[in-house]
């Protein structure tokens, strides 16, 4: 028997771990997966120097044909806005980002259920991600993405050797491209990070992470950048695995997209869908985030909060951390701006340790860091 099953975060249906479902079968919405999730001493693994360390705590075996060294990132000291603050380097991860975590387990659980081929949709991180992990397991990757997504941000997911799609409209139409193609193939899947819930278990680990390199305490505060919120539920999912109290999690977007802030600042129950403007915080334009109330819910019970910050704020939190050498994208830099805001606004931050996750590698920007430097 697998403890591991799906559960609908609308109506509660639940599906078992091998299904080929990505969303429920009921109503659309985005699973949760329930298993097991408390984490102790001894359900690490310390020989192991990657993420696969809390396999105990994961949805899936540890491929034993291949590692990519996933996992394990550097938590560093540094500062923000004059205070000391821990700086959780996931741009440190083999393809560059924090997606890797998610991609990692996602990818071995699609290769374990016999699938050859997966299908994904992205312009990004996501990408060049899942491609990543898909060409060291060895099956295939197909991307579907914008035909406005600048080319630059897929040639690393086609040096990885995936397909790359360019699909005309908005991302509505490239998500519904690539079900169209997993509907015509049997032996391929819909791989979306957006929807699958295995992926946010494997990003769950940056929490897991945290809490061991502190020496086994919880931080108090973690700041965290938020698009399709993945980084922000595993970070909930991480920080739920320890008793003690959960640490106050706040959602970073940008002022050009961002629906999490606006429905917080409403209190509504659900994330409504806005068009995105622009904004160099690329990773983070989605205006209509699949696990809404997942978010939602990990912003009220945590006694965090969601904050919209400006273009300035985030080139000014970049070259803060360049500044201390952590060479990071502007959307990873959408944490430490969020930080500097609410030290800014006098906003009172919880006593104990502050977090701030880097998503991704500046070498994703290159052009957009040129721009920024003049
Ligand atoms: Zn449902």
């Given at each position: 028997m697998n403890a591991w099953r799906y559960?609908?975060?609308?109506c509660g249906h639940h599906e078992e771990i091998d299904t080929r479902l990505w969303c429920?079968?009921?109503?659309?919405?985005?699973f949760t997966l329930s298993g097991p999730n408390t984490l102790a001493p001894e359900h690490i693994d310390l020989e192991e120097p990657t993420l696969w360390r809390y396999a105990s705590l994961l949805p899936v075996q540890r491929?034993?044909?291949?590692?990519?060294?996933e996992g394990l990132t550097p938590l560093v000291p540094g500062t923000l806005a004059g205070r000391n603050v821990w700086l959780k380097n996931d741009a440190a991860l083999p393809t560059g980002s924090f997606k890797d975590r998610g991609a990692a387990i996602l990818v071995a659980h699609l290769a374990s259920l016999g699938l050859d081929r997966l299908i994904v949709d992205s312009s990004g991180n996501a990408a060049a991600a899942m491609a990543g992990f898909c060409a060291a397991a060895g099956i295939g990757c197909t991307v579907y993405a914008p035909a406005n997504a600048s080319p630059g941000k897929l040639?690393?997911?086609?040096a990885y050797g995936a397909t790359v799609i360019p699909v005309e409209g908005n991302r509505d139409a490239v998500a519904s491209a690539a079900q169209d193609a997993v509907d015509n193939d049997p032996s391929s899947f819909y791989a979306s990070h957006n929807w699958h819930?295995?992926?946010v278990e494997g990003v769950k680990t940056w929490a897991y992470e945290v809490w061991e390199q502190l020496g086994g305490r919880l931080p108090a505060t973690a700041f965290i950048p938020a698009g399709g919120g993945s980084a922000f539920v595993g970070g909930r999912r991480g920080f739920d695995a320890v008793p003690g109290k959960l640490p106050a999690l706040i959602a970073a977007q940008p002022a050009a997209c961002a629906p999490i802030s606006l429905a917080y600042e409403s209190d509504a129950r659900d994330i409504a869908a806005v068009t995105p403007g622009d904004t160099m915080a690329e990773g983070t334009k989605i205006g209509a985030p699949s696990r809404g109330r997942q978010i939602l819910s990990a912003l009220r019970d945590s006694g965090g909060w969601a904050v919209a910050v400006t273009e300035d704020d985030i080139a000014a939190a970049l070259r803060e951390l360049w500044s201390q050498g952590l060479y990071v994208e502007p959307t990873a830099a959408l944490g430490a701006a969020a930080f500097v805001v609410a030290i800014r606004d006098g906003r009172p931050i919880p006593e104990g340790d502050t977090v701030v996750l880097l998503t991704g590698n500046g070498l994703k920007a290159t052009e957009t860091i040129g721009e920024l430097l003049g």
């Open positions: 559960e609908c975060e609308i429920c079968p009921v109503d659309g919405g985005a491929p034993d044909h291949y590692s990519l060294g040639v690393q997911a086609r819930a295995v992926f």
